[in-house]
């Protein structure tokens, strides 16, 4: 089965300080997606980015990358140039290629972004 | 386009109460999606569909039921609330395509059973 860990429940920065949210996930399947959600206050649940396992080059959004080392099974966000409104519940989400059914979520990192 | 709506935002029940959760979805999508959210826990999968009259048990099934008789609609039901349901409930969508099956979330219901 497969499984996400996020080991960071918390982390906080400075405005315009980047940072970088960890996740680490367990599966046997080589084709597969990972995914960074949002969750603010409000609740509602944003794709943030998403990266595909068989592609070698990592994903970026806007201010939003990530490093995705695949051998090591490591999928971190990086945030750069941090706003208040990046103040949020980060979520990292697995699906296994063909999955109609099973995003697996960690349990999540609470950011705070300070002024 | 609304996306996908859930009612009610919040709700409070007793023990042993039944309700329905709302979920409908204007995107045309095939594939809807129940979750679950517990305090400080990530989102976990209790039933989805692939299509109306198709349902399937996710991680997390026992105390619900679902139906799917339209495209648009996958309602959620409680049957003898119990306080272990507490939670953050979540309905998704996905058009069901390749090459990744984006899912879309509705705003959530907040239930408190008592």
């Known amino acids: 089965a497969q499984t996400v860990t996020q080991s960071q429940p918390e982390m906080s920065v400075q405005e315009a300080e980047t940072v970088t949210l960890s996740c680490t996930y367990d599966t046997s399947e080589n084709n597969y997606y990972l995914f960074w959600y949002k969750q603010p206050p409000s609740r509602q649940m944003i794709l943030v980015i998403r990266?595909?396992?068989?592609?070698?080059q990592n994903a970026t959004e806007n201010r939003f990358s990530v490093n995705f080392q695949k051998a090591a099974k490591s999928f971190s966000l990086k945030i750069s140039d941090s706003q208040l409104g990046d103040t949020a519940m980060y979520f990292c989400?697995?699906?296994?290629?063909?999955?109609?059914?099973?995003?697996?979520f960690g349990t999540g990192t609470r950011l705070q972004v300070f002024p | 386009n609304a996306g996908v709506t859930q009612t009610p935002k919040f709700r409070i029940l007793k023990i042993g109460q039944s309700m329905t959760l709302q979920c409908t979805q204007d995107?045309?999508?095939?594939?809807m999606y129940w979750y679950r959210q517990d305090p400080g826990m990530g989102l976990k999968l209790i039933y989805y569909s692939v299509g109306a009259g198709i349902t399937d048990k996710g991680e997390v099934p026992n105390g619900y039921n679902v139906s799917r008789s339209t495209t648009e609609d996958f309602p959620l039901r409680l049957e003898l609330a119990a306080p272990s349901q507490t939670s953050v409930y979540f309905c998704?969508?996905?058009?069901?395509?390749?090459?990744?099956?984006?899912?879309?979330f509705g705003p959530g219901t907040r239930l408190t059973v008592l």
């Open positions: 990266q595909e396992a068989y592609k070698q």
């Open positions: 995107m045309n999508h095939n594939y």
């Open positions: 998704a969508s996905s058009s069901g395509q390749v090459p990744y099956n984006e899912q879309f």
């Open positions: 989400a697995f699906m296994k290629h063909g999955a109609t059914d099973k995003l697996i």
